[in-house]
């Protein structure tokens, strides 16, 4: 038993020595959801502190981050959630794209299951309360009206 507790603390420390990558891309105002949108603040203070560290690349990296295993699962989910929806590149998406990613938003809150449970163990100043959480499912569902009115989209655009 001792001898495995000694190879596990070995293998711990080893790989330490092999960190994630903390930079975030460049962020460009012009780009960034909250900019082009012109989003209200007390709706960007709830985009900040609930979704952008996974969804947009402005992410905070906490000291756990420097911790392995952790940091390579949390640079594994931001780089999940960036690639499903990154607000901070959200301009370059086509209107289509746009309204549906809009609409995922509000089904992943309307659900729960978004911000995750695992974070806001460690983010508790990401859970919404229901005002909240309509307060962005509300913001969501204008702007994506918004998207498919100007751009002449059918209602829903969920594929």
Sequence with gaps: ??????????????IQFFPIDKNNPAPTQRMDFLTIKETPESTAKLL???????????????????VQPI???LKNHIEEGRKEL???TFATYDAKRQ?????????????????????????PEAQFTEAQKQELIQ?????????RR????PAETKN
């Design 1 to 14: 038993m001792k001898k495995i507790l000694v190879i596990l603390a070995v293998a711990f420390i080893l």
């Design 99 to 123: 309204a549906r990613k809009l609409d995922e938003a509000v089904e992943m809150i309307e659900k729960d299951e978004m911000p995750l449970d695992s974070y806001l163990l460690a983010h």
């Design 48 to 66: 900040r502190s609930g979704c952008y560290d996974c969804h947009s690349n402005e992410t905070k990296y906490l000291w756990y981050a420097n």
């Design 139 to 147: 913001y969501f569902k204008l702007i994506g009206d918004d998207i």
């Design 150 to 153: 100007t751009n002449n989209l």
């Design 86 to 88: 990154n607000f901070s």
């Design 71 to 73: 940091g390579w699962f």
